[in-house]
């Protein structure tokens, strides 16, 4: 899979350089993300990403999307018990584009992003293959099992 990656940018970056880069965006995230997570990050930051950027106003239910957005405000990180058992963590993000305003929630392990303040009110990010789906009063969005967030 790496060397698939590879492939779409080995004209500005070697090899060695590139499995660096990984190893790096990996731990900048604590392990949260694997290797081919990690080399979609690099390969968007290189400006080779094959993800189309939609715009909030077309987002559909049921379908991942990319998206480029501002923040606009956080609440309050809030704790919950599971139904599996255990304990949880939540945050709603308000997030927005210019064609409309969306909520990201974050789950658990994602949830340190806002703890730790890489995302903050005004941080530009960018959501690779975010998951949208009928909220309780809204349209959402979440990360899933394939999300990503990169910071602009």
Do not use: P
Request: overall charge neutral; aromatic content about 6%.
């Amino acid at each position: 899979m790496i060397e698939k990656a590879y492939e779409k940018v080995k004209d500005v970056i070697s090899l060695e350089d590139f499995q660096k880069r990984l190893d790096e965006r990996i731990k900048e995230f604590n392990d949260l993300i694997d290797e081919s997570a990690s080399a979609a990050l690099i390969i968007d930051e290189l400006g080779r990403s094959e993800h189309k950027t939609d715009k909030i106003s077309h987002v559909e239910i049921g379908k991942s999307t990319t998206l480029k957005v501002r923040v606009k405000s956080i609440s309050e990180i809030r704790k919950f018990e599971k139904r599996t058992g255990g304990t949880g963590e939540v945050v709603n993000v308000d997030i927005t584009d210019g064609t409309g305003n969306i909520k990201l929630v974050l789950w658990d392990g994602d949830v340190e992003l806002v703890r730790s303040e890489k995302i903050k009110k005004n941080s530009m990010l960018k959501i690779l293959n975010g998951y949208v789906k009928q909220g309780r009063y809204n349209i959402e969005i979440s990360l899933g099992k394939n999300g990503i967030i990169i910071f602009e």
